[in-house]
């Protein structure tokens, strides 16, 4: 059964930084499609940050945008999220979701929004930004 286990939240101030991992197991990951979520209290779950492993392609919300890096390391089955500069309104729990498989050119699709699309999820992490 695949499991993703979501590390590297915590309380920050502003401005400063945090590096989320979400590490998969159970499964094989030589190609998968991945995104990071978050949802702040009463909002909705939203997808900021995706990364394809078939072209290494990836999407960033424009609220991230320059300030939010995500990567993998494939020996470790983990991808990570590097949060700089982070302000009050980043504060959410954050959420990892995966889909196994090939996805050529889907970075810019409506698709890789939809929470139906990932097949697995982790339990989140909160993050807390003060003033």
């Known amino acids: 059964e695949v499991q993703l286990v979501e590390s590297g939240g915590g309380l920050v101030q502003a401005g400063g930084s945090l590096r989320l991992s979400c590490a998969a197991s159970?499964?094989?990951?030589?190609?998968?499609?991945m995104c990071w979520f978050r949802q702040a209290p009463g909002e909705e779950r939203e997808a900021f940050s995706f990364?394809?492993?078939?072209?290494?392609?990836?999407y960033y919300a424009d609220s991230v945008k320059g300030r939010f890096t995500i990567s993998s390391e494939r020996a470790k089955d983990t991808v990570y999220l590097r949060m700089n500069s982070l302000t009050p309104e980043d504060a959410a729990v954050y959420y990892c979701?995966?889909?196994?498989?090939?996805?050529?050119?889907?970075?810019?699709?409506?698709?890789?929004?939809?929470?139906?699309?990932?097949?697995?999820w982790g339990e989140g992490t909160q993050v807390t930004v003060s003033s």
């Open positions: 979701a995966v889909r196994q498989g090939i996805y050529h050119n889907i970075n810019a699709t409506p698709v890789i929004h939809t929470t139906r699309f990932y097949r697995h």
């Open positions: 990364m394809s492993s078939s072209d290494a392609s990836t």
């Open positions: 159970g499964g094989t990951f030589d190609d998968f499609a």
